[in-house]
């Protein structure tokens, strides 16, 4: 499993930027993948994934109507788009993936269930 991030960057409050995930090694249906991110002094917390199989997409209340987490089969790639950015989004944002179990059904995965991680991309949102 591969996962490489891009696309952060400096924005000013109000700002949008969007994060790609390219993903590879495994098959998008059997897993569930998202985005992280960690703030200095701060836990790691999910800001949003999808559970490939049958496409639930989960959202952090703070990013709720802001984000918009989508997958391009075709590129293997998933985005993230952030519109209105606030200060307190700034951190470093993570890319992260696991096979989903097969007993499991659900939709919420804790953070600590994630297995595979890309390297982060810094997003820096100024006031």
């Known amino acids: 499993v591969q996962l490489v991030e891009s696309g952060g960057g400096l924005v000013q409050t109000g700002g949008s930027l969007r994060l790609s995930c390219a993903h590879s090694?495994?098959?998008?249906?059997?897993?569930?993948i998202g985005w992280f991110r960690q703030a200095p002094g701060k836990e790691r917390e999910a800001v949003s994934y999808t559970r490939g199989d049958i496409g639930t997409i989960h959202y952090a209340e703070a990013v709720k109507g802001r984000f918009t987490l989508s997958n391009d089969n075709a590129k293997n790639t998933l985005y993230l788009q952030m519109n209105s950015l606030k200060p307190e989004d700034s951190a470093v944002y993570f890319c992260?993936?696991?096979?989903?179990?097969?007993?499991?059904?659900?939709?919420?995965?804790?953070?600590?269930?994630?297995?595979?991680w890309g390297q982060g991309t810094q997003v820096t949102v100024s006031s």
């Open positions: 992260a993936a696991r096979k989903i179990p097969a007993y499991y059904s659900g939709s919420f995965f804790p953070t600590a269930m994630f297995d595979y």
């Open positions: 090694g495994f098959s998008f249906d059997e897993y569930v």
